[in-house]
């Protein structure tokens, strides 16, 4: 079955500095990865998405994920934090196992301190 | 608005009661997927409907909770006698088919509250 782990439920980060948010998969298959962003009350938002055309992956909001087949890794960065950025940060999973449903990690809040 | 639309936003209900969410999937895509967040917790995988077929209901609990996307209208996640372990958020989300790795994008969500 496929999953995905991520690695600190809080991050915070200073305004300017790097963000790096964990995410490690499990997948008997190759996996289509994403990161999704919450702000509070609100649905999910897609950052970016990892089809395998490229393992360094650009998203909106100056975020990028780099998929590394050999750590099962596809961590978020941002070179530099913006306050703008606080809120949840969801990875997620699909395949072509489990019927296509795309599983969701436990998510990070990333908190930007002034 | 072509986005996912959910409605209610917020719903209380009392103990026993029902509650109905409905979900309209984006313009386009046919396939709609129900989720569960609660309070300090990831999306929880509940349900994935095509219209008037559920695809994958492996996450849903065996009792009280069903789910429905007719040929007509929006899908429904219904919760009979709901319990205070009900309240959470409720989130919907839609694609266009069943190929894999298909992105899906996300309603506001339904915030479920029992009393």
């Known amino acids: 079955a496929q999953s995905v782990t991520q690695l600190g439920s809080h991050v915070s980060v200073s305004e300017g500095a790097l963000v790096l948010l964990r995410c490690n998969y499990s997948s008997s298959v190759p996996p289509y990865l994403f990161w999704y962003v919450q702000y509070p009350n609100q649905g999910l938002q897609l950052l970016l998405k990892?089809?395998?055309?490229?393992?360094l992956v650009k998203g909106i909001n100056g975020f990028e994920a780099e998929f590394k087949k050999s750590e099962t890794s596809f961590h978020l960065t941002k070179p530099s934090a913006h306050m703008s950025d606080a809120a949840e940060y969801f990875c997620a999973v699909s395949g072509n196992t489990g019927g296509f449903k795309t599983i969701f990690g436990a998510g990070t809040r990333l908190f930007v301190k002034a | 608005n072509a986005g996912v639309m959910q409605n209610p936003r917020h719903l209380v209900r009392r103990r026993g009661q029902e509650a109905r969410l409905r979900c309209s999937p984006m313009k386009g895509h046919s396939h709609v997927y129900w989720y569960r967040q609660l309070p300090e917790e990831g999306l929880k995988f509940m349900v994935y409907?095509?219209?008037?077929?559920?695809?994958?209901e492996s996450g849903m609990p065996k009792e009280r909770f069903s789910a429905e996307f007719p040929k007509e209208g929006p899908s429904i996640l219904r919760i009979q006698q709901v319990v205070r372990g009900d309240s959470a958020a409720y989130f919907c989300?839609?694609?266009?088919?069943?190929?894999?790795?298909?992105?899906?994008?996300f309603g506001e969500g339904s915030w479920l509250t029992v009393v």
């Open positions: 989300a839609s694609s266009t088919g069943t190929e894999a790795g298909n992105t899906i994008y």
């Open positions: 990892y089809t395998s055309a490229a393992t």
């Open positions: 409907l095509q219209k008037e077929n559920i695809i994958d």
